[in-house]
């Protein structure tokens, strides 16, 4: 029996087995028997150091592709890239130039969607991830016509945009991504709280004429018109740069008040950009007068 002098202190022999036990458990978790310590976890670090290389290696080529001006090559390094842990910031860099390389030098808006979509996502720097969110947005709107995406994507930008006119072009893309989806109350819904912002005042003209334009295609004439004889009151040339004498036109015609839209073309006739095509339509529009049931003949 061990001399009380030389036995070693309880506090520590209950250390040494509550170590004992912590490492079965270790080794048990790892899959390998306490004879054969650190196999799992020798190969769980050369996997790691592979998967180091491998990044530093494509990172390599891709901005190598890219000094030469090689496009392709290059995106397709940094696309490697996408499928490994995205949220690195070195990998965070490849999103960046795969990004530009897709969307300002090939054009390739699909593929430039898959990176700004990571830099959104993963980057830490708040003004960086809604530029790229703005991106997201300004692809699937311009590029793609995926207005159901639009709908979803410039939302998310809405709840955390603080500059009240970002907000205002949030809203814009929004409710012309309801207009060409034939959602003319929600359209009308986003303009209106559009509408309610104090800034809105400098974007009155576009929101008033895409107002117009739902109303129209709405088939609701008379309130069109109301708001295009305003546009064309108040900003007369940049109106006749956004045809809104010819959507004018057309609400009257539709409103069978032809004398009315045959008033509205002449009015802008030396104006127009287009007047050979001003007097066909007038000359429509006459032909229509003079065929209407009832009429009796057009008269100037």
């Known amino acids: ?10 506090s520590r022999r209950l250390n040494s087995q509550q170590s004992r036990r912590l490492n079965r458990r270790f080794f048990s978790w790892l899959g390998c028997p306490m004879g054969l310590p650190f196999v799992r976890l020798s190969f769980l670090i050369v996997v790691l150091c592979a998967c180091e290389g491998r990044i530093e290696r494509e990172l390599h080529r891709g901005e190598g592709e890219a000094r030469q001006g090689h496009w392709l090559e290059a995106l397709s390094h940094y696309e490697k890239l996408l499928k490994l842990d995205t949220s690195r910031p070195e990998l965070l860099k490849a999103s960046r130039e795969g990004a530009r390389i897709a969307y300002f030098e090939l054009k390739d808006y699909r593929r430039a969607l898959v990176f700004y979509q990571n830099l959104a ?3 830490q720097d708040p ?7 703005r991106q997201v947005v300004a692809i699937y709107f311009e ?10 994507e410039a939302g998310k930008l809405l709840g955390v945009e603080r500059d009240p006119l970002l907000k205002i072009e949030d809203r814009l893309k929004i409710a012309r991504s309801h207009f ?3 959602r ?16 809105s ?10 107002k117009a334009n739902v109303l129209t295609a709405d088939k609701r004439f008379p309130e069109a018109v109301g708001l295009l004889r305003t546009l064309m009151k108040d900003s007369r040339d940049r109106a006749i740069k956004e045809n809104v004498p010819m959507t004018l036109a057309v609400c009257f015609e539709e409103m069978k008040d032809f004398s009315g839209a045959v008033r509205v073309l002449e009015s ?4 127009s950009p287009v007047p050979e095509y001003i007097k066909w339509r007038l000359k429509h529009l006459k032909e229509r007068m003079i065929n209407a049931p009832g009429a009796r003949g057009f008269r100037k």
């Open 143 to 152: 590029h793609l016509g995926d207005y159901e995406r639009v709908i979803v």
């Open 1 to 10: 029996m061990m001399s009380r002098k030389h036995q070693a202190p309880l």
């Open 127 to 133: 003004s960086e991830t809604l530029q790229a969110q």
């Open 201 to 210: 005042k400098n974007m009155q003209f576009d929101l008033m004429l895409l």
């Open 180 to 182: 060409h989806l034939n």
């Open 121 to 123: 996502y993963h980057s």
């Open 184 to 199: 003319f109350s929600q359209a009308l819904y986003e303009i209106e709280e559009a509408q309610r912002v104090p800034e």
């Open 268 to 271: 802008i006739e030396s104006e």
